[in-house]
């Protein structure tokens, strides 16, 4: 009977939840068909061009400032580091280069520069406090008279955030061609409240344009974030934010970026928690769970306001799942969050307390939050700039009928408590049913994919795969500027004398052995493989040729110092390595194949056990 009642309070609490926050009420997005396609080639796009990296980009121009000794050059590579740290956030960059650019231009009597300076140094005290920047702002003002500078007028409304003024300057901007980083970071800005999707995804593609045409710093797995982050939270487009999603988790997963897994996953578990609201899926709750769990494995690099609101979500899905003592612990790391940060009147954590009384017996406490955290979150959307419905007009109308209707439901509650109890037993029946078969198709799934893509003897990756994942690097460095790569060819010396001394099984254990020290010595961002036989394929991205030669030579001194032991005879070995590093002169994944496999032919013929360099790479 407790279990029957618990299933039951678990299901009321997650009726209570949709019908308090208009969940049922929700569709699946209302983008056409033809923005759909559009939102899924920009992400395409974006994900598939070989940007350069931000902070590398970041160093090229801080390396710059160091080498050069025109105070002008160093006041406009200043100024330049400013609009880069403030397009993402990077506060600590931007005090650090605000501080600068105002020594800079007082040096050179610079007063727009100056006033710019100062404009940023009031951003970065105040970081993403809107409010406190803008009282800041209109001090400064009091004090000053900006004039008609274009240039301190844009930054100032930039900062303020006026976006009906800042959308003029695009066209401004226009007529003003040497002031491209302007645009950019003007582009940057506009996107935060454009509500016409076909423009918005304009200022996206101009954007990158740019970024690419003049090889600006650019987050390029931040803006895939922002995509999907759009799609699902603003335009409630879930099966296409899922969609893109797990390509950005998949594209983490190879990179093996932590910051990036912690995103990926944390807004995988977003987007399944909402589609849980919509369908009151208990299946799509417990997929939310698995996502959360998983992003809390890389949560060290996530920042507090991320791991917060992550704690509130999983509170939510732990209610929903029925696992109270869990949702209690990760609603507490929200509420320390909350508390240290001065938010009052949270209509999240008002509505997660209230399903805690609801749980613990007090209805009508419960039911009296969750009207007051109703309203809240009502007003809080008529502030919302993003307008995540678009159409006004039916929002407004939803709007009443959610009213309506959750006044009517509350009226009924008692009474729908009996057909509740039978609804929830039969959906805790098919939830663990669908959960069981999910699992199996799952176990299965996963290892036909291990199956498919590792060697059965060394659990290396088998010839097939690596191939493929040494061709795709190949297209990568083809269209980087920062093309380092090496790629050794390993070959057992005198492994048919193995077999024939020791018998396959010996051969076999001494592969194995080999397998397992190339696995230890490597990198997470190295590809090692079995190629066939006695015979493996290593590829070292962001390597170059002494570095690939020190790892050789690590290699072969490892193997040298080990034995393998068979019915108590010591089985020693030696391997021979060629190396080839990439070039642009080479003309496809096959010749730079050939060329370490080369090599490796002429270490055989020098008398085995040694290292050589394909004669192109010299």
């Known amino acids: 009977m407790a279990r029957v009642m618990k299933k039951l309070a678990v299901l009321v609490l997650l009726t209570l939840w949709c019908f308090s926050s208009g969940a049922l009420d929700s569709k699946y997005g209302v983008l056409t068909a033809d923005e759909r396609i559009a939102f899924k080639a920009l992400f395409k796009k974006i994900s598939s061009t070989d940007i350069p990296d931000y902070n590398q980009r970041f160093l090229a121009i801080e390396k710059k400032l160091t080498n050069t000794r025109s105070l002008e050059k160093k006041q406009q590579l200043t100024y330049q580091l400013i609009l880069f740290s403030r397009a ?64 301190v007028q844009l930054h100032f409304d930039l900062i303020k955030g006026e976006q009906a003024q800042i959308f003029k300057y695009l066209l401004a901007l226009e007529k003003r061609p040497e002031l491209v980083i302007e645009k950019y970071y003007v582009l940057h800005n506009v996107r935060e409240s454009e509500k016409n999707n076909t423009v918005l995804i304009s200022y996206f593609e101009q954007e990158l344009e740019l970024v690419l045409a003049h090889k600006f710093p650019y987050l390029k797995y931040a803006e895939m974030f922002n995509i999907i982050r759009y799609l699902s939270d603003f335009m409630q487009e879930n099966e296409l934010a899922l969609e893109l999603a797990l390509e950005y988790l998949e594209q983490a997963e190879k990179l093996q970026d932590k910051t990036e ?76 969050y909350e508390q240290a940060n001065r938010i009052e009147n949270n209509h999240y954590s008002m509505r997660i307390e209230a399903y805690f009384d609801i749980q613990q017996g007090r209805i009508s406490q419960g039911i009296a939050k969750l009207e007051q955290a109703s309203a809240l979150m009502r007003n809080s959307r008529v502030h919302n700039n993003y307008n995540y419905l678009t159409e006004l007009a039916k929002i407004a109308e939803r709007e009443k009928e959610a009213v309506l209707l959750a006044e009517t439901r509350l009226l009924y509650f008692k009474g729908a408590a009996i057909g509740l109890a039978i609804m929830t037993l039969l959906a805790m029946r098919l939830a663990y049913t669908h959960r069981k078969k999910s699992l199996q198709l799952k176990v299965k799934g996963d290892a036909l994919k291990h199956l498919a893509r590792k060697d059965g003897l060394t659990q290396l990756n088998n010839r097939r795969y690596w191939q493929e994942l040494f061709e795709r690097e190949f297209i990568r460095l083809s269209r980087s500027s920062t093309n380092r790569a090496c790629h050794i060819m390993l070959d057992i010396d005198h492994f048919k004398k193995v077999n024939d001394t020791y018998g396959h099984i010996a051969g076999d254990k001494v592969i194995q052995h080999l397998a397992q020290l190339l696995s230890k010595s490597m990198r997470q961002v190295d590809v090692v493989g079995r190629y066939g036989g006695e015979e493996f394929a290593i590829l070292l991205p962001d390597t170059d040729l002494q570095q690939a030669i020190s790892i050789a030579q690590r290699i072969k001194s490892d193997v040298e110092a080990t034995c393998v032991v068979e019915l108590g005879q010591a089985i020693n070995f030696t391997v021979s390595m060629g190396i080839a590093a990439f070039s642009d002169e080479l003309k496809g994944p096959e010749h730079w194949m050939d060329q370490a496999d080369n090599a490796l032919y002429q270490a055989k013929r020098d008398g085995r056990n040694c290292i050589r360099v394909a004669e192109q790479s010299l």
């Not at 208990?282 to 690099?301: G, H, V």
């Open 88 to 151: 993402y956030f990077d506060f600590a960059n931007l005090k650090k280069y605000a501080l600068s650019l105002k020594e800079l231009s007082a040096i050179n009597q610079d007063k727009t520069l100056g006033t710019i300076a100062d404009l940023y140094l009031i951003v970065a005290m105040h970081q993403r406090d809107r409010e406190a920047r803008v009282q800041s702002l209109e001090a400064y003002l009091t004090r000053r008279n900006l004039g008609d500078d274009f240039l």
């Open 261 to 336: 897994l912690f995103f990926a996953y944390n807004k995988l578990g977003d987007i399944y928690k909402s589609m849980a609201e919509l369908n009151l899926s208990f299946a799509s709750y417990e997929k939310a769970r698995e996502a959360y769990l998983a992003a809390t494995n890389y949560a060290k690099s996530g920042s507090s306001e991320w791991l917060a609101q992550m704690g509130r979500q999983k509170a939510m899905t732990y209610i929903v799942l029925g696992d109270f003592k869990k949702a209690r612990a990760s609603f507490e790391k929200y509420l320390s």
